[in-house]
């Protein structure tokens, strides 16, 4: 049974008595095995399972949980228990409530809020100051969700007091953007908590207990949303020294200051260390004890047998670091899949990618853009997503977006033209649009806003009478739109093809196929792929771009081979917008990011670039007790071997580096770090 494999440290949390209880799993001390048993012992106590809700920050390790469970549990038991991260399980439950709820991704919420920033006028305000971007803003108000329960404007102004003669219009900005989301039926990850937030001030959902892992990542809104839970028992795992995620919105306090927002509340540390050799824990150790200690803990070794200390590499210069490294890992008995080499900045990514490459080892990459996130993919699971829920705004203004002249505010007007023409149904109002006995196309114009008026405003289709137009284009109202381009009236009339081969199509590899073989498709590929062959010089590289164009072949091959196993273009949908970002591809070398890293275990890393200004990053480190938390993260990946690695010299930047302090802390370069003096008008600032 999963109570019997335990440790004395792990049992006593897992068998603690109902109420509040915190655990402190550093890492690999068997966190999961202690969730796990805990919940069998729930279970045996007699607590009705679906009184249980696990919630994690991936799906993955909500499903290996429960995978672990049903070892020893009937399925039929352990599929009651309530599972899943914060948004999955908040989606879950708002779709019983709400069952045309739409989630939208980030990039599709920028673009909308974009398209109502973009309808102010700020150049008439006469202001002092320019305004922040779009994109900046939204990025702000999302953090703020994240990060406070008090005003927006409250919590900006606190940042950004010099903005306050612009609160007003970024406040109406944020209303309107909330309006529209409401109005669409749109929710964003952050809605999905806070919308589930207020359900339950009004209505309780009764849990025995909710357990919360990685709970040192949690932040102000997923903190008061466990807190309006009001679970008879709270069960929380985590590490105040793996809390890394403060750029995101994650607070710290949640896990320091638990005892003291909990009366009576237990405090369990687990300190066996199963994964890392003695050498390993040793150095993570003396760094890391620098930090405050909130609760103390030492790691204890758990592990027995051969091992091997450390190794700092050093090298002359930074491309022969990633050269020497990939040497290594080619004479290695080591598996690839088993190799990982962690770094701070993406940037130190790109040099090791290619040097692998070079000796032709395979390597996979995870912390840069995802999968999901490529542009040529995210256009493919929009015109599904506009397929599924024809009154998806956001999807269709993410696909007109690619035609020449038409951005995300006459995108939006076109949707609302094809509305009208539908009398309601947008597929209807593309395909077969109604020109009789319908209202005058006249939305409530705001002439600050500077929206269309009335059909006398719409212009002639005769201008595009060269274009050589089918009759069904050429006739559509659409056309008369005065806005049109030419441009825009060839992008619609692929649209419109591609929209009239799948109207009725159910399959989605069918539709995929249909898509990717389009014009519509081809004229994506080729704006990309030009794109991505554009030299500094402004020249296309006809062999870049040739490569650009069979990666984006390869990608949009990949998400149909995905969708060969759904019948049903929803399930499909839904399955991409919510679990995409856990899928990856390929084999090989692990090339991770620090923060990408966590959760994960390897024979063999190297973390690299451990130089002053690179690892600690002083330009986007929030504090140096959260970079040296990275870099306990980073070094405790490691199970056996373990090198760190950094060079004196950059050839390309003409840089010369420092070591890392946290070789200093280590004992792995002699002598205390000294902080190198800023330069120019930074010196001078800190002299001031």
């Known amino acids: 049974m999963p109570l019997s494999a335990l440790n004395d440290d792990q049992l006593s949390a897992a068998t603690a008595p109902l109420g509040h209880n915190l655990i402190i799993a550093s890492a690999g001390t068997g966190k999961t095995s202690t969730i796990v048993g805990r919940i069998a012992h729930l279970l045996h106590k007699g607590i009705d399972p679906s009184k249980i809700l696990l919630l994690t920050f991936t799906n993955k390790a909500a499903g290996e949980m429960i995978a672990r469970l049903e070892r020893y549990f009937p399925k039929k038991v352990v599929s009651q228990i309530e599972s899943g991260t914060f948004h999955a399980v908040s989606y879950r439950w708002l779709k019983e409530l709400h069952p045309n709820l739409a989630l939208k991704q ?119 949303l466990i807190d309006e839970l009001k679970p008879r028992s709270l069960f929380c795992v985590g590490d105040y020294d793996q809390s890394i995620y403060a750029f995101n919105g994650a607070n710290i306090e949640n896990i320091a200051t638990y005892s003291k927002r909990y009366t009576n509340a237990n405090v369990f540390t687990l300190s066996i260390n199963y994964r890392s050799t003695a ?139 094809f509305l009208h023409f ?56 659409l056309l008369k739109h005065p806005k049109v381009i030419q441009d825009g009236v060839k992008f619609f009339k692929e649209f419109y093809l591609l929209m009239n081969a799948v109207k009725g199509v159910q399959d989605p590899a069918q539709i995929l196929r249909t898509a990717i073989s389009s014009k ?9 792929s030009t794109q991505r062959g554009r ?37 499909f949908v839904n399955a991409m917008i919510l679990g995409g970002g856990e899928l990856s591809e390929g084999e090989g070398v692990n090339l991770l990011t620090v923060h990408a890293s966590k959760g994960l275990e390897f024979p063999e890393v190297y973390v690299v670039d451990l130089v002053d200004g690179r690892f600690p990053n002083r330009k986007m480190m929030s504090s140096i007790e959260e970079e040296r938390r990275l870099f306990y993260v ?26 890392s302090q946290f070789l200093h802390e280590a004992g792995l370069i002699k002598g205390e770090f000294v902080e190198p003096e800023p330069k120019g008008k930074a010196k001078k600032a800190r002299e001031d």
């Not at 673009?111 to 008439?124: A, G, Q």
């Not at 009398?423 to 929206?451: A, C, I």
Request: glycine share 4%.
């Open 520 to 528: 519509l498709y081809e004229g994506i590929m080729e704006m990309l």
């Open 279 to 417: 050498p390993i824990l040793s150095l993570a150790n003396r760094v890391i004890e620098r930090n405050e200690r909130i609760y103390p803990k030492k790691l204890v070794v758990g592990r027995i047998g051969k091992t091997h200390p450390p190794k700092l590499l050093m090298y002359n210069d930074l491309f022969e670091q990633y050269q020497s490294i990939a040497q290594g890992i080619k004479h290695t008995h080591v598996p690839n899949d088993q190799i990982a080499i962690i770094f701070r900045n993406n940037s130190s990514a790109d040099g090791i990618e290619a040097c692998l490459r070079e000796l032709g080892i395979p390597c996979k990459r995870k912390g840069g853009t995802s999968f999901f996130d490529a542009k040529e993919i995210k256009f493919l699971l929009d015109l599904l997503a506009l397929l599924v829920n024809p009154k998806d705004m956001m999807a269709f203004i993410h696909v007109f977006e690619y035609a020449s002249g038409v951005g995300s505010a006459l995108s939006k007007e076109f949707f609302q033209c």
């Open 535 to 571: 030299l500094k010089s402004g020249e296309v590289d006809s062999e870049k771009k040739k490569q650009a164009r069979e990666r984006i072949q390869r990608k949009a091959n990949l998400l149909l081979d995905l969708s060969r196993q759904y019948k049903e273009l929803r399930r």
């Open 422 to 477: 539908g009398n309601g149904n947008f597929m209807q109002g593309v395909l077969y649009p109604q020109v009789n006995d319908l209202p005058k196309l006249n939305p409530n114009k705001n002439v600050q806003l500077g929206l269309f008026d009335d059909d006398h405003e719409i212009g002639s289709a005769t201008r595009f009478k060269h274009l050589d137009l089918p009759h069904e284009i050429y006739s559509h109202p």
């Open 634 to 659: 980073a070094v405790t990946r490691a199970q056996d071997k373990l090198y760190l690695s950094l060079a004196k010299y950059d050839k390309m930047k003409k840089v010369d580096y420092k070591p």
């Open 106 to 224: 980030p990039s599709e919420l920028k673009t909308l809020f974009r398209s109502i920033y973009e309808k102010r006028n700020f150049e008439r305000m006469n202001l002092p100051l320019a305004p922040f971007s779009a994109t900046y803003l939204y990025e702000m108000y999302s953090l703020y969700q994240n990060a406070s329960l008090e005003g927006f404007d409250i919590w900006f102004l606190e940042k950004y007091p010099e903005h306050e003669v612009l609160m007003d219009a970024y406040m109406d900005i944020a209303q309107e953007f909330e309006q529209e989301k409401i109005d669409y039926g749109f929710a964003s990850f952050n809605d999905l908590l806070l919308r589930m937030k207020s359900h339950l001030e009004e209505h309780t959902i009764h849990f025995e207990e909710v357990l919360v892992d990685e709970y040192q990542d949690t932040n102000t809104l997923q903190g008061a």
